[in-house]
């Protein structure tokens, strides 16, 4: 979508241990991230992503099965 600035990305990750998810992103436009979840615990996790233009943040997701 050019509009929105977003295009097709392919990501593949994988679990580095059972507490800890690591994930490569890509685009045909060259960007690349690297996203890494922690899990804190069964509801809480922290997610760090830095991407190949400068950017980065940290998030802290909440989620809840029911």
Known sequence: ?????????LAAGQYISNDIYVEIITDARG???????VAISKALSILSQTGS???SNVSLRYSKDY
């Open 1 to 9: 979508d050019k509009t929105a600035g977003r295009g097709t990305a």
């Open 31 to 37: 960007f690349t991230a690297t996203q890494i979840e």
């Open 53 to 55: 233009f400068g950017g």
